[in-house]
C-alpha cells in the first residue's frame, strides 16, 4: 500500500506532542508498531481512504465510531478547522486519556461506551442497553469505524447500526471496514491472509472460537441484510488487501453506506 501523505498535515500533527498517545501505540489494532512515525503514517493511511472515499470537509461533524488511543484523532485535530469531532471507544482508560490530552480542543469531545467486549471491556452491558445509554447532542456527517466490524457479533450489529441511523445527518455517510466472506477471500492464501475464520458462528464466521470477538468474517448477504433493515444502502464497497485484492488502499475490506 503506497500513501500520499500530506506533509504539512503531518508536521503540525508531530509537532503538537499532546496529540500523540506516545505511552500507548501499541495498545488497540494492527498499529502495534513502537515507533511514533509508524504510527503517524498509519493514521494517514486510514485519514487519507476517508478523504477519498467520502465528503470528509474540514467543517464536517464527525462521529469515530471505536476511535481507540486516536490514532485518526490526532490528523483529525489538525484537519477539522470548522468542524466537529465525536469519538466513541469502549475502553474507559483510554477515553478518559483522549479526553485529557484533547481538552484544548473545543471541538473534540470523547465518549465512554459502556459495551461489553471480551478483549476491551469485559464488565460491560449487551449491545443493545450500551448502546440506549449514549446520548449524542448533535447529527454528524460522516460516522466511520476502522476494524470494528471485524470484533462486532451478529447480535450487536443491529443496535449499533440503529444507532448510526440515529446519529447521523439525512445526506450523511457511514464508512466501515469488515472482513467480507467472499469467493475470493476464500480462495486466496497469500502472505496478506491473515486470517481464516474458520469457525461458523451464529451465521458469521470467527477466527478463535472461544473467543469470537476476537476477529469476526460476514458474508455479504448477511451483513447486507442488516443495513436494509436498518435503512441503508450501499454507496461503495472494496475489497481488502487481506483477500488477494491488487493495490487495495486498506488491508480489510471497506463499505460506505447512506440512508435509504
Ligand atoms: C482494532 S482497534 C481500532 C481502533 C481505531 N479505530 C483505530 O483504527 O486506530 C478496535 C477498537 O474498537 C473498540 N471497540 C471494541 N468493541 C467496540 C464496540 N462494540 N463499540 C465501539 N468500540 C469498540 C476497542 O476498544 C478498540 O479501541
Redesign the pocket.
Known amino acids: 500500500m503506497s500513501i500520499e501523505i500530506d506533509q504539512s498535515l503531518k508536521k503540525q500533527v508531530i509537532d503538537d506532542p499532546y496529540l500523540i498517545p506516545k505511552d500507548k501505540l501499541g495498545r488497540?489494532?494492527?498499529?502495534a508498531d513502537s515507533k511514533i512515525n509508524q504510527f503517524v503514517n498509519s493514521g494517514f493511511q486510514?485519514f487519507n481512504v476517508l478523504v477519498k472515499q467520502t465528503k470528509l470537509k474540514p467543517f464536517s461533524a464527525v462521529m469515530?465510531?471505536?476511535?481507540?488511543?486516536g490514532?485518526?484523532a490526532m490528523i483529525m485535530a489538525k484537519y477539522l478547522k470548522e468542524g466537529h469531532y465525536l469519538g466513541?471507544?469502549?475502553?474507559k482508560d483510554?477515553i478518559l486519556d483522549c479526553r485529557n490530552r484533547y481538552s484544548k480542543n473545543k471541538n473534540f469531545e470523547f465518549q465512554f461506551?459502556n459495551?461489553f467486549?471480551d478483549a476491551?471491556?469485559k464488565g460491560g452491558l449487551n449491545?443493545s442497553d450500551a448502546m440506549n445509554e449514549l446520548r449524542v447532542k448533535r447529527k454528524v456527517d460522516l460516522i466511520y469505524?476502522?476494524?470494528?466490524f471485524s470484533?462486532?457479533l451478529p447480535e450487536?450489529i443491529e443496535p449499533?447500526l440503529n444507532f448510526f441511523k440515529n446519529s447521523l445527518k439525512e445526506d450523511g455517510e457511514v464508512f466501515l471496514t469488515l472482513y467480507l466472506r467472499t469467493e475470493n477471500s476464500l480462495k486466496f492464501d497469500g502472505p496478506q491472509r491473515k486470517f481464516h475464520h474458520k469457525h461458523p458462528y451464529k451465521g458469521a464466521f470467527v477466527e478463535e472460537k472461544n473467543n469470537p470477538a476476537y476477529c469476526i468474517s460476514y458474508t455479504e448477504d448477511h451483513i447486507e441484510s442488516y443495513f436494509d433493515k436498518v435503512g441503508f444502502k450501499i454507496a461503495t464497497k472494496r475489497y481488502g488487501l487481506w483477500s488477494g485484492t491488487p493495490n487495495a488502499s486498506t488491508y480489510q475490506d471497506f463499505i460506505v453506506l447512506k440512508n435509504k
Do not use: K, Q, T, W
Open positions: 488497540v489494532g494492527p498499529f486510514s469515530d465510531y471505536g476511535c481507540g488511543v490514532r485518526i466513541i471507544d469502549v475502553m483510554v461506551l459495551m467486549n476491551y471491556n449491545a469505524n476502522f476494524s470494528i470484533h462486532l450487536e449499533v
